[in-house]
């Protein structure tokens, strides 16, 4: 899927059953569509299990970069620090846009909840 935005901070509309992750607040800048695969029970699910393997439209790594995202699957969409235990992640609804990451609701892997800063913290998303 070919994805353009003509200056630099141009947003793209994220579109229908899509989940995009933006690397500026305000769903602006460089854009990374999360892809849909099969998961190992043969559910379709929005899922990127390592951000450093991905780019954003203008070639640089999503990897601990996202700002803001854009969540219109009906799915909810985790967004974690680090893949296993130990790490922190935060929820978002499907339906949901969080124009910038900068307090938002985590958990650790205790259960332990706070509200603190996301911004350029996610290197897994599903």
């Known amino acids: 899927m ?15 059953n899509q989940v995009c992750l933006y690397k500026n607040s ?12 099969t998961n190992s029970y043969g559910v379709k699910i929005f899922c990127a299990p390592d951000l450093a393997q991905n780019k954003y439209t203008d070639g640089t790594s999503v990897n601990n970069s996202v700002s803001s ?9 985790f967004l974690a620090d680090y893949r296993g235990p130990g790490g922190k992640h935060t929820g978002i609804s499907g339906g949901s846009r969080l124009w910038n990451l900068d307090s938002v609701q985590t958990f650790d892997s ?4 706070t509200y603190e800063s996301f911004n350029d913290r996610a290197s897994y998303a599903c």
């Open 2 to 16: 070919a994805v353009t935005a003509t200056p630099a901070n141009a947003a793209y509309n994220c579109g229908s």
């Open 26 to 37: 305000d769903f602006t800048g460089s854009v990374f569509i999360l892809p849909q695969i």
């Open 69 to 77: 995202v854009v969540n219109n699957s009906n799915s909810v969409i």
């Open 110 to 113: 205790s259960g332990k909840q």
